[in-house]
């Protein structure tokens, strides 16, 4: 115990800033490192990166971030070769590798040859849905099921030893639907429920491959799959009036959250799936 003395309390006082003052010391001299090594945890130069369902909206958008950070980004969609997609549904192709991948076809990711040697980054993307209760039917059901779970567990599985050579990350898109019933749709919302549950489970399974699995749960975005609210003024202004930040997200909104989870900002975070919806389910 100190007596109520001044002296002594100034002393106790450096004493305890002691610690805080030599943390601040160590963050000052690594970004005096870092500076001088011209080093940035957002750089990915020299990285390769995978986005499956990278051929419009939301992957599209990731894929060119990782690509804007240095990466070299190959990414997968449903056709036959980059010619075949249109900027107006939100596809940009310029820079990136295309591969023509159906997910839904369990044989086809088995015989899937990827065009590397190494991967650092696999951001899983791909996604269905089915409108006027198509999702009803067993035939739609399990046609969403096989494109937004099941692909899932075959990319990931698929692409794990590599991942685990480079020490890398897998990213799932999911969505905010996870979170809550969603009318009409429900295989959307039963795959995308289960893909919040993938990545929890294997953020904990493939830890010790060293591998860090996280997910995204987007909340409404201008894609080609939103269309039907998007462009429906009546019904975009009800989904405006449900966000608090009253517009709807962009892949480049998705992609800052894609970036961190992929970078060694996050690195300490595994199973991990970070809401990205302008608060929509807050
Ligand atoms: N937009 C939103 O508001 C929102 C909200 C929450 C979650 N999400 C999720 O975000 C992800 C991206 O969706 P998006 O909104 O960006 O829609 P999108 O523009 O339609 O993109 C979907 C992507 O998945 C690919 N894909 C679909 N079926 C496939 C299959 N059988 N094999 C391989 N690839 C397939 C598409 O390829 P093609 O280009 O060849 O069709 C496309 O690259 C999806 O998982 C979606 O569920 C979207």
Redesign the pocket.
């Known amino acids: 115990m100190y007596p109520d003395d001044g002296r002594l309390s100034v002393l106790e006082g450096l004493t305890r800033l002691a610690p805080i003052r030599r943390q601040v010391n160590e963050a000052d001299n690594q970004i005096k490192q870092e500076k001088e090594r011209g080093m940035n945890e957002l750089d990915f130069s020299g990285k390769q990166v995978l986005v499956?369902?990278?051929?419009?909206?939301?992957?599209?958008g990731i894929a060119h971030a990782f690509r804007g950070k240095g990466a070299r980004v190959a990414v997968?969609?449903?056709?036959a070769s980059a010619a075949d997609?249109s900027p107006d549904d939100?596809?940009y192709l310029e820079g990136l590798d295309y591969f023509q991948?159906?997910?839904?076809k369990p044989q086809a990711v088995e015989a899937f040859k990827p065009p590397f040697e190494k991967l650092d980054v696999l951001v899983l993307?791909?996604?269905?849905?089915i409108y006027r209760r198509g999702e009803f039917e067993m035939e739609g059901f399990r046609k969403v099921l096989e494109?937004?779970l099941m692909?899932l567990m075959a990319c990931a599985t698929k692409f794990h030893d590599m991942l685990s050579a480079s020490k890398g990350s897998l990213i799932i898109?999911?969505?905010?639907?996870a979170y809550h019933s969603t009318m009409g749709n429900p295989a959307y919302n039963a795959s995308?429920t289960g893909a919040v549950g993938l990545t929890r489970t294997l953020g904990e399974a493939w830890a010790e491959n060293s591998i860090r699995v996280n997910g995204i749960?987007?909340?409404?975005?201008d894609?080609?799959?939103?269309k039907a609210t998007t462009a429906n003024p009546k019904r975009l202004e009800g989904a405006l009036g449900r966000i608090p930040l009253k517009r709807l997200?962009t892949?480049a909104d998705m992609a800052g959250a894609a970036l961190f989870l992929a970078s060694p900002l996050a690195s300490y975070i595994i199973g991990q799936t970070i809401v990205v919806d302008g608060g929509l389910i807050l």
């Open positions: 499956v369902g990278g051929s419009s909206g939301i992957g599209n997968c969609g449903t056709r997609y939100g596809s991948l159906d997910v839904s993307a791909q996604g269905a849905v494109v937004n692909s898109v999911s969505s905010t639907a995308k749960a987007p909340g409404l975005v894609t080609k799959m939103t997200g892949p």
